[in-house]
Structure formats: C-alpha cells, structure tokens
T-cell receptor
C-alpha cells in the first residue's frame, strides 16, 4: 500500500517560476525522501530529510518536513524546462519499509 | 560504475504466457527491490531481498508472481499465466542496505504489455 500522498497530482508553470509540491503521510517515519522520474526512466534520488530535521536545501531544491502534520513540501526555485518530470515522495517507516506516493507531474513551459 | 540494469526494456506477451524480467543491481549493493508502476501511478512495492535473508514478499499481488536472487546479485521476477492487469512498468532498485536513510538506485524498468 502507498504511504505518501502527493498533491497536486499535476502542476504546470512557466519557466522561472517556483514549483511547490506537497506530500502527506499517515504513520511515523524515520526519514522522507524525494525522487524524480523523467518519462520512461527510473527514479532518481533528489534529497533526504530525517525525521528530526525541519528543512533542507540542495541547490534549487528546498524540502521541509512537519512531523506534527505528517507532511512535507518540495520547492523548486527558478524552474527550468528541464525540471519537467514526475516527483515522488517516499517515506521510510519504523520497520525500514519505504513506501512511495503516486507522484506530482510537473510541467515547466519554456 | 554501471547503474542498475534491467532487461528486457520492453516485453509484449500474450495472456496466459509466463514472463521473466531480469535485474542486475549495482555491484556491492546488498539490498534489491522490485516495484510495479501502472500508467501515471506511483510505485507499488512487490518484493525485497537483503543479503542472504529470506525475502520480504509482502507486496506480491498473487501467487502468480515470484522472484529469486541468485548469488546475492542478479534477480529475476517471474509472472506466470500473465493477465492483462499485469501490464505495467516493473522497476528494480538496489541500495547498500535497507537500514535507515537508505537511498535507492533505480533501473530504467521493463515495460510489460499483456495482450
């Protein structure tokens, strides 16, 4: 069964704008990860945030985690057409299982 | 070094036939996972191997699905008597360990079409 639920399901923005995707989950977690998937390819790990962290940055990516609300957000700043992909959150639970959400399909128009 | 390799990249089969999907993980990775991804959907966990431990088969949808990992390296996912609802992309991933903060490295997947 899936653990994380992303929203929105789809997001379309113009190049240069920021993109925000959200992930909610139901059970306690060890960490939360975000992955990216280009069409027809496998997933690529972007960033990991531990359960005791609240915010993490990597380049143009900013991830927040609110364990009290069981939610996370991924912000991509100054988006580029090459950022077009599907983005998945994955939660690692207490028993070390990892569960993926259904993803957000991001389209960045040039 | 090479990433996770899956073969074939595409497989078209007739309903009722058996299929075998192969995954070659990154050398040295002890953990190997199989997932299924239906069109436009997220990843559905199927099975997990860790070293020589018994695999976690909790995600296999039916007894038509099985997987093995020989020598702690290459894995084969077998689907017997395929059904149209088995059509999906089957993704394999490997990681150093299944411990906390493990990062999974994915192959490009096998797209299975059951006619």
């Amino acid at each position: 069964s899936q653990q994380g639920e992303e929203d929105p399901q789809a997001l379309s923005i113009q190049e240069g704008e920021n993109a925000t995707m959200n992930c909610s989950y139901k059970t306690s977690i060890n960490n939360l990860q975000w992955y990216r998937q280009n069409s027809g390819r496998g997933l690529v790990h972007l960033i990991l945030i531990r359960s005791n962290e609240r915010e993490k940055h990597s380049g143009r990516l900013r991830v927040t985690l609110d364990t009290s609300k069981k939610s996370s957000s991924l912000l991509i700043t100054a988006s580029r057409a090459a950022d077009t992909a599907s983005y998945f959150c994955a939660t690692e639970q207490g028993n070390n299982d990892m569960r993926f959400g259904a993803g957000t399909r991001l389209t960045v128009k040039p | 070094g090479a990433g996770v390799s899956q073969s074939p990249s595409n497989k078209v089969t007739e309903k009722g036939k058996d299929v075998e999907l192969r995954c070659d993980p990154i050398s040295g990775h002890t953990a190997l996972y199989w997932y299924r991804q239906s069109l436009g959907q997220g990843l559905e966990f199927l099975i997990y191997f860790q070293g020589n431990s018994a695999p976690d088969k909790s995600g296999l949808p039916s007894d038509r699905f099985s997987a093995e990992r020989t020598g702690g390296s290459v894995s084969t996912l077998t689907i017997q008597r395929t059904q149209q609802e088995d059509s999906a992309v089957y993704l394999c991933a490997s990681s150093f360990d299944r411990g906390p903060q493990n990062i999974q490295y994915f192959g490009a997947g096998t797209r299975l079409s059951v006619l």
